[in-house]
């Protein structure tokens, strides 16, 4: 027999499992009749169906020509899938079997519940961007067919639960449905009533509530979350994809791992104002090399990576859009507690996770009412992303295109101050008014949002570039503790700490930075190679310098750490992409803006330079 296969990617293949060729909409009149009840429809209808998009006329010949091409492909096939006549299309039963027969056949509820989820979650003819807007519509509305019927086949199965492996089945089931309808109270109830199901979930108040998981930084540890019920449930939810666990050692500890994972999925599915992903989507993202086209496509907005190691199970909350990470902890789990703990752990992972999802949603609600505002925030952002001058400078017309949609929007204040200090950095001319912009646009963003990291940030970098280092680090120390996991800060707070002649800090507080932010963006690495300069190690701040994308800012500390270990040659070459960049660089003239709280600090950079032959 020829076989139809619908989830995934549509196509037919013979019994050996060999593809068959044939036109993709002849593929999909194959679908469309193959899921009618008489498995035979007029030409007429069919024409109409595959090509409603021209005049009758046309879509009549064009499914003429279809058919006489299809006539020719089946010539001298046993098989035949088709029987033609004059008025009507007939698909042959016997030569053609379909994944579609899963929602027909008998079998146990377990079974049939078992069968149609596996295939459900594969996403109906997945490949295939519909031709027309009645193709659009008949897949959508089979879609949402096979979705009740998934549904209908769950609640048939509970029956079974005590089953072995039955809670494990009815569980993921129960994700399928919940991923594509967040607001299905039944299924998430009995969801958390499974054996082993979230004890996280009893406490959230019942209904079709939006709730929320709050965090009062005043009150003690043991009171640290209330759920409070709030504002309706936005229609379109924000949805969360749970990776899971990578490992550089295949381990027995990693299934266990996973195994945590699925639970804390299963926990989060409490929370009314956010869309889960369900396990299975979740694990295709993960070993997708293009994750980030992926996440796109799937209206991903937050992500929790996690990474198994020998240190414990190391987890981090990403809100996509802007590639932020939001929140990251590492839990220790090794093979001894984890079976023991696993519940525990689960619940810990999840209310840290809820807390974090609830702050941050109330900041993006705040950004999408204005979406000019913030669209033009995020162009300003990326662009911030290469410390060029023509980057910069167009990062900032952005930022000040967001602020005249809104004149109030605290972010892109932020950015306009970081704008300034990165142009008084990459200009290296001691432009004390770049400075003082900067601070002014750092201070309107704290008034507007005084509870925000990013503005005492960006205050804490201008007061350094300003010389008052000891008020720099107090206002990054306090940022850091309003963001404890936001990388950028912990990156400006280590930037910070070299110039107050504290490398070693600075370097353990910006590898924790790199940490928290893998793929780390060239300032980390430029901060990194300054620290290991002052302490010393030459070669590893060499090797930093190396490992950024565009060296230009770092061609400096670069050609000064070379010249340090005696390698003239690459001392020569750094200074003098150097020196192309910025002629009329002066050594004096730079040390005595550039602010070291100590002066040990300053000989030994100009000892460097001197060396290197600036």
């Known amino acids: 027999m020829l076989h139809l296969q619908t989830y995934g990617d549509l196509r037919l293949t013979e019994t050996n499992g060999e593809p068959v060729r044939y036109p993709i909409k002849g593929l999909m009149m194959m679908a469309y009749i193959y899921a009618s009840v008489s498995h035979e429809l007029s030409r007429y209808e069919l024409a109409q169906f595959l090509w409603s998009d021209v005049e009758p006329e046309l879509a009549r010949l064009n499914l003429r020509k279809m058919l006489s091409r299809i006539r020719e492909m089946d010539a001298g096939r046993v098989e035949i899938a088709f029987d033609f006549t004059a008025t009507t299309v007939c698909l042959n039963r016997q030569a053609v079997s379909s994944d579609l027969d899963v929602f027909r056949a008998g079998g146990t509820p377990l079974d049939r519940l078992q069968a149609i989820a596996e295939l459900t979650q594969r996403g109906f003819i997945g490949n295939i961007k519909p031709a027309t807007k009645a193709i659009d519509a008949w897949i959508r509305a089979q879609r949402d067919a096979h979705a009740l019927q998934l549904r209908q086949a769950l609640l048939e199965a509970l029956p079974d639960v005590q089953k072995p492996g039955a809670a494990r089945i009815i569980s993921n089931a129960a994700l399928q449905i919940l991923e594509r309808d967040p607001n299905d109270e039944q299924v998430r109830l009995l969801l958390h009533r499974l054996p082993g199901g979230s004890s996280f979930g009893e406490g959230l108040p019942s209904g079709d509530a939006y709730t929320r998981v709050e ?25 969360l994809v749970l990776l899971p666990p990578t490992s550089k050692h295949a381990d027995a500890g990693l299934a266990l791992a996973n195994a945590l994972i699925e639970d804390v999925t299963i926990e989060l599915c409490a929370l009314r104002h956010i869309s889960i992903v369900a396990p299975h989507t979740a694990g295709q993202i993960r070993r997708d090399s293009e994750k980030a086209a992926v996440v796109a496509r799937h209206s991903i907005a937050y992500l929790l990576d996690t990474r198994l190691s020998e240190e414990g199970l190391f987890a981090q909350l990403i809100y996509f859009p802007t590639d932020e990470i939001i929140w990251a902890n590492r839990f220790r789990m090794t093979p001894d507690i984890l079976p023991r703990h696993r519940r525990a752990l689960a619940q810990q992972l999840t209310v840290s996770v809820a807390r974090e999802l609830a702050e941050n949603e109330e900041e993006r609600l705040r950004f999408e009412a204005n979406p000019e505002a913030y669209h033009a925030y995020l162009v300003g952002s990326s662009l911030m992303s290469k410390l060029t001058l023509p980057h910069i400078r167009r990062a900032r017309k952005a930022f ?42 750092a201070l309107r963003a704290i008034e507007r949002d005084p509870g925000s990291a990013a503005g005492h940030r960006e205050l804490g970098v201008t007061k350094l570039y300003l010389g008052d280092v000891d008020a720099s680090v107090a206002a990054l120390h306090l940022a850091e503790e309003l963001s404890p996991h936001f990388a950028d800060v912990i990156y400006s707070h280590a930037d910070t700490l070299v110039h107050a002649s504290r490398p070693g800090d600075a370097l353990a507080k910006i590898r924790k930075a790199i940490s928290l932010n893998p793929i780390a963006p060239d300032a980390y690495l430029w901060c990194a190679a300054g620290a290991s300069f002052f302490l010393e190690q030459y070669e590893d701040a060499i090797a930093y310098v190396e490992t950024m994308k565009d060296k230009a800012p770092a061609h400096r500390i670069a050609a000064a750490s070379c010249a340090m270990i005696g390698d003239r040659k690459r001392a020569l070459f750094h200074r003098q992409r150097a020196e192309s960049i910025n002629p009329v660089f002066d050594v004096e003239k730079w040390l005595a803006i550039v602010p070291f709280k100590e002066h040990w600090q300053k000989e030994l950079y100009r000892e460097g330079l001197l060396k290197a032959g600036f």
């Open 400 to 441: 000040k295109q967001s602020l005249a949609h809104r004149s109030d929007f605290s972010p892109s204040f932020t950015g306009l101050a970081r704008t300034f200090t990165s142009e008084w950095l990459v200009t290296a001319q001691g432009n004390d008014e770049l400075l003082h912009l900067a601070e002014q646009h």
């Open 215 to 239: 965090v009062k930084r005043a009150e003690p540890a043991s009171q640290s979350t209330a759920i409070d019920r709030v504002s309706p449930t936005p229609l379109i939810l924000p949805r």
